[in-house]
C-alpha cells in the first residue's frame, strides 16, 4: 500500500512570495489532515478534511493560508504572503475515519504522515 | 499548562539497553492513545496505538496507559542504534464522530550509542 505522497520535499522562498505545497493519500482515506512542526516542537493542526469538506480550520491563519481538497483526494496548502515565522516542516496525514466491521461500525483514529515539506522563509 | 507533557531530552543510553519514555496529560477526554517515531527530516510514523489502560506490547516496544494517574509511557527493549529519533506521543478523545483531533507532545530525542 503506498503512503501518503508529498511535494515538494523542499522548499526556499523569499518573505511576501507565495509557495504551495500538494498531497495525495493513502487510497481510501477519506480524511486529510495539514500540519506545521516548528522544530523541536509536536505537529500543530492547521486544517481538517473529511473528504472534500472542512471539518476544523480554527487553527489557519485565514488571512495568508489557504487550503482545498477538490474532488475528496488530493490536496493544495498555499501561502500567501510568506512570513519569516512560516519557516517550518508541513506534514500531510490521512485516515480511513470509519469501516463497518461485522454488525458495527469502527473508527480510526490513527493518522498516517506523508514525509512533509520543508519550508525556508528568508 | 499544556494538555500534553513531553520532556524533550535527548534522552541518551547505550545499545542494548531498556528505554522509557514518557507523556502526562491533564484532559480526562483524553481516551485513545498513539506513539510515533520521527527521523530526522522524515515524516512522523506510527509505532504503536492503544485505548486501554495495561500494556500492549509489539515486538521489542511496549505501551502502557494509566488512566487514572494521566500517564503514558513507551518501553523500548534491546535498545538499537536505528531507533535514534524523535519519539511523539499523541492522543484524543473517543467520540462517535470520529472528528477528534490529535494533540501531541513536543517529542523526546533518543540517541541510542552501539
Known amino acids: 500500500e503506498a503512503g501518503v505522497a508529498q511535494s515538494p520535499r523542499y522548499k526556499i522562498i523569499e518573505k511576501r512570495q507565495s509557495v504551495a505545497f500538494w498531497c495525495n493519500p493513502i487510497s481510501g482515506h477519506a480524511t486529510l489532515y495539514w500540519y506545521q512542526q516548528i522544530l523541536g516542537q509536536g505537529p500543530k493542526l492547521l486544517i481538517q478534511?473529511?473528504?472534500?469538506?472542512?471539518?476544523?480550520d480554527s487553527q489557519l491563519p485565514k488571512d495568508r493560508f489557504s487550503a482545498e481538497r477538490l474532488k475528496g483526494v488530493d490536496s493544495t496548502l498555499k501561502i500567501q504572503p510568506a512570513k519569516l515565522e512560516d519557516s517550518a516542516v508541513y506534514l500531510c496525514?490521512?485516515?480511513?475515519?470509519?469501516?463497518?466491521?461485522?454488525?458495527?461500525?469502527?473508527?480510526?483514529?490513527?493518522?498516517?504522515f506523508g514525509p512533509g515539506t520543508r519550508l525556508t522563509v528568508t | 499548562q499544556k494538555e500534553v507533557e513531553q520532556d524533550p531530552g535527548p534522552l541518551s543510553v547505550p545499545e542494548g539497553a531498556i528505554v522509557s519514555l514518557n507523556c502526562t496529560y491533564s484532559n480526562s477526554a483524553f481516551q485513545y492513545f498513539m506513539w510515533y517515531r520521527q527521523y530526522s527530516r522524515k515524516g512522523p510514523e506510527l509505532l504503536m496505538y492503544?485505548?486501554?489502560?495495561g500494556n500492549k506490547e509489539d515486538g521489542r516496544f511496549t505501551a502502557q496507559v494509566d488512566k487514572s494517574s494521566k500517564y503514558i509511557s513507551l518501553f523500548i527493549r534491546d535498545s538499537q542504534p536505528s531507533d535514534s529519533a524523535t519519539y511523539l506521543c499523541a492522543m484524543t478523545p473517543i467520540g462517535n464522530t470520529g472528528f477528534q483531533k490529535l494533540v501531541f507532545g513536543t517529542g523526546t530525542r533518543l540517541l541510542v550509542s552501539p
Open positions: 496525514a490521512s485516515s480511513l475515519f470509519n469501516r463497518r466491521e461485522g454488525g458495527t461500525i469502527r473508527i480510526y483514529y490513527e493518522q498516517y
Open positions: 478534511f473529511q473528504n472534500n469538506g472542512v471539518v476544523d
Open positions: 492503544t485505548y486501554s489502560s
